[in-house]
C-alpha cells in the first residue's frame, strides 16, 4: 500500500539551477533527452558492474536497456530503464541535493548573460534536471535492484521550489521519468520522428540497446519495440568508420559536459596486452578539479563491461582533467579496486595512456600553439604537478610547461623552456627564474635588478603549485633553474673581470656598514652582506637554495603546519641613498632603528609577512618624523 507523500525542499542551489538552465538552454532544448538518456545508460552499467559480486540483483534478467515512449494524449515523454534504480536516501541524494564540488564557485561566475551562462551551465552539467527544459512537470519512479516490490519510491515537482515523495510498489526495478510536456514543446516533441531523430544524434553510441515501438503502416506506434541507435561500443569501431561528430557527441555521453573537447586520441593495442583507449582533452576545466575528493574522469571496461567510472589507477593525478574509455581484453571481469592497485597491466594501460595524452599535447603545442595556449590557461596548473609526481615523464612535461617572463613583462603564461633557452645570452648557462604570490610582486621584485640591467630573462612564477615544480625540476637541455632569490647569484661568464673586480671592491669598501647592521639585527639574520642582485634598491632578502618562499612559508603556518625554523640573509647596497644616510648614523640606537626598517622592508617586498606590523609602523613614524625635523 503507497505511504502518504511527503513534500519536501529542494536545496536553494537546485532552485537557482533549474531557473537559470531553463532559461539559458532553451536555445538548445533537445539536449534533455541525451542527458536522461545517459543517466539511463550509466545505471545499466552500474547493475551490470554490481551484479558481477551479487548476480542476485539481475532478479532473473540481465537483457539491459533503455525505453523511449510518448503519449499524444497525455502529453507525456517516458524513458525508462531497468538498470541499477534508486532508493528513498538515493533520490533525496541526488536530486533534492547538488552534491557537486565547486557548486558556489559556479553560481559566483553565472553572469545573467544567457549565451554565457549556457556555456557555463553546461561545464557544470546539467544531468536529470534538464527534464524541466520541456517539461512542466516530471514524475520518477524508482526501485533499487535487490529491494523488494514494496520499496519504491515515486519522485514529483514541477520545479518550483518543492518535491513530493511517497513509497509505492514497484514490480521492475530500475527507474522510469515521465515528463509532462509543456503546451508549447508538444507539437514539436511528441512524435516518434523527431525522438528518433535526437536519438540518433546524441546517443547512437551508447552501447546498449535504445528502444521505442515500431511505426505500424498508419505511422503509429504499435505494441512491438525495435532498436533505434546503434548500440555498439564506439570505442571498438575502426577509426575510419567514426565521425568527428559521433566523437563529439560520445564525449558529451562519457564526460557529461555540454560543450566540446578540445581535442582526442583513439588507440587500439595489440600483443602481450590488448586494450583499446580513446581519451579526451576538454575545453574548459570542471568545478572540481582543485577538489581533493574529485575522481578521475576515466571509465574502465572489461570486454566492454563496464567495471567502473573513476579509476583513478589509470592516469597520474596531474592529468585527472582528462576524460574517455578504456576497455581492456586482459583484466577479470570481476576486478576491484584492491586488484588495480598492484596489477602489472593496469600499470602498463596506464603508462601508455600518458604518454598518448602528453603526446597529444606535444602535437597541438606543436602544430597550433594557440589551441594549445586555450589549454594551458585552463589545465596549466594543474600539468606543473607532473614534474613532481611523474617522474619517467619528466622531460616530456617540462617541454609542455609555460612561464610568464620578463621578455614581455605580461601575465601571460606563453613562454617555454624551449624559448627561453633559444633566447639566453651567450655565456649564459642557466635559466632564471623566481616565485612569488602575484604575478606584479615577481615581476618587480628587487631581486632582479641586475638581470634586468644585463638583459636576462626570469621566469615569473606566481602559482602555488610553482614552489612544488621548481622543488622537483632542477634543469632542462642541460641548463640547470636557479631562483634569483635564493643563495649567491652567479652569473657567471655573462659577468665581465672588471664588474668582478668592481663587486669585490664593494664589499671590501662596505665592510664596516655590514658588520654594525648585522649587529644590530642580531638574530634576526643568518647573514648580512653586500648584494649583487640591487641595483636601484636599497635591500632585499635572500633565502637559502633549499629554503621555501617566505609567502608559501606563510600559508603552510596558517594552514597549521610546523616549518624548521630559518633565517633570511640580509643583502644591501651601498650606493643607494639611504645606506649613504645609515652610514653616516652616530647614534647606534637610531642606527638599529634603521637596520630593522631595511629588513621589514625586505620581507614585505618579498611578500613575507612582519611579525610586528605596529612596531614597524612605530618605527616609521618615528624615523619619518626625525627627517623631518
Known sequence: ??????????????????????????????????????????????????????????????????????????????????????????????????????????????????????????????????????????????????????????????????YTLETVELPARGTEIILHIREDERTDLLNSWRLRSIISKYSDHIPLPIRMRKLGEDGKPSEEWETVNKASALWQRPKSEISEEEYKEFYQHVSHDFGEPLAWVHNRVEGRLEYTSLLYIPSKAPFDLWDQKQTHGIKLYVQRVFIMDDAEQLLPRYLRF???????????????????????????????????????????????PEKYQKFWNEFGRVLKEGPGEDFS???????????????????????????YVGRMKEGQDKIYYITADSFLAAKNSPQLEVLRKKGIEVLLLSDRVDEWLTSHLHEFEGKSLVSAAKGDLDLGAIESEEEKKAQEESEKAAEGLVERIKTAL???????????????????????????????????????????????????????????RIEKETDETRFGEWSALLLDQAILAEGGQLEDPASFVARLNQLMLALAD
Open 522 to 580: 642580531g638574530d634576526r639574520v643568518e647573514a648580512v652582506r653586500v648584494s649583487h642582485r640591487l641595483t636601484s634598491s636599497p635591500s632585499c632578502i635572500v633565502l637559502g637554495e633549499r629554503d621555501m618562499a617566505l609567502y608559501m612559508q606563510q600559508l603552510l603556518k596558517q594552514a597549521g603546519h610546523e616549518l624548521p625554523s630559518s633565517k633570511p640573509t640580509l643583502e644591501i647596497n651601498p650606493q643607494h641613498p639611504m645606506l649613504a
Open 393 to 419: 615523464n619528466r622531460e616530456q612535461i617540462a617541454k609542455l610547461l609555460r612561464f610568464a617572463s620578463t621578455h614581455s613583462d605580461t601575465e601571460a603564461q606563453n613562454v617555454s623552456l624551449a624559448e
Open 1 to 162: 500500500m503507497a505511504a502518504p507523500k511527503e513534500t519536501m525542499q529542494f536545496q536553494t542551489e537546485v532552485n537557482q539551477l533549474l531557473q537559470l538552465m531553463i532559461h539559458s538552454l532553451y536555445s538548445n532544448k533537445e539536449i534533455f533527452l541525451r542527458e536522461l538518456l545517459s543517466n539511463a545508460s550509466d545505471a545499466c552499467d552500474k547493475l551490470r558492474f554490481e551484479a558481477l559480486s551479487d548476480p542476485a540483483l539481475l532478479e532473473g534478467s540481465g537483457d539491459l536497456r533503455v525505453d523511449v515512449d510518448f503519449d499524444p494524449e497525455a502529453h507525456t515523454i517516458t524513458i525508462r530503464d531497468n538498470g541499477i534504480g534508486m532508493s528513498r536516501d538515493e533520490v533525496i541524494a541526488n536530486i533534492g541535493t547538488i552534491a557537486k564540488s565547486g557548486t558556489r564557485e559556479f553560481f559566483q561566475r553565472l553572469s545573467g548573460d544567457q549565451a554565457k551562462d549556457a556555456q557555463l551551465i553546461g561545464q557544470f552539467g546539467v544531468g536529470f534536471y534538464s527534464a524541466f527544459i520541456v517539461a512542466e512537470r516530471v514524475t520518477l519512479n524508482t526501485r533499487r535492484a535487490g529491494m523488494e516490490p514494496q520499496h519504491g519510491v515515486r519522485w514529483e515537482s514541477d520545479g518550483t521550489g518543492v
Open 322 to 368: 582528462v576524460r574517455g574509455v578504456i576497455d581492456s581484453s586482459d583484466l577479470p571481469l570481476n576486478v576491484s579496486r584492491e586488484i588495480l592497485q598492484g596489477n602489472r597491466s593496469i600499470e602498463q594501460m596506464r603508462s601508455g595512456a600518458t604518454k598518448r595524452i602528453l603526446g597529444l599535447l606535444e602535437e597541438i603545442a606543436e602544430k597550433d
